[in-house]
């Protein structure tokens, strides 16, 4: 079992910056490959980022390529989103999400604990 806190969530006008972060219960967070997904009022939710919990690699949805940066911090049993250059189609609900598969999730199916969500506005 995990729980995962998502927090660091806000408004932020296009172009700025917000940094989400994660936090995850017990000791076998490294165990768990992490993704962030995110979902805006009235669409499904949409896969951003995993990192692999088995080489940590890296996959990122290509709207938010070169943009969005996933880095996870094992010691402190957190992940973090960077989010910049932030545009007003970015806005929804992202969500932390934490999976046992050892390849690349890109399917909220894959995973199979979540955060509650911290919402992100970007205004125009």
């Known amino acids: 079992q995990v729980q995962l806190v998502e927090s660091g969530g806000g408004l932020v006008q296009a172009g700025g910056s917000l940094r989400l972060s994660c936090a995850a219960s017990?000791?076998?967070?490294?165990?768990?490959?992490m993704g962030w997904f995110r979902q805006a009022p009235g669409k499904e939710r949409e896969f951003v980022v995993t990192?692999?919990?088995?080489?940590?690699?890296?996959y990122y949805a290509d709207s938010v390529k070169g943009r969005f940066l996933i880095s996870r911090d094992n010691a402190k049993n957190t992940v973090y989103l960077q989010m910049n250059s932030l545009k007003p189609e970015d806005t929804a609900v992202y969500y932390c999400?934490?999976?046992?598969?050892?390849?690349?999730?890109?399917?909220?199916?894959?995973?199979?604990?979540w955060g509650q969500g911290t919402q992100v506005t970007v205004s125009s």
């Open positions: 999400a934490a999976s046992t598969n050892w390849g690349t999730s890109v399917s909220p199916g894959d995973y199979d604990y």
């Open positions: 017990g000791r076998t967070f490294s165990s768990y490959a």
């Open positions: 990192i692999r919990r088995s080489d940590t690699r890296t």
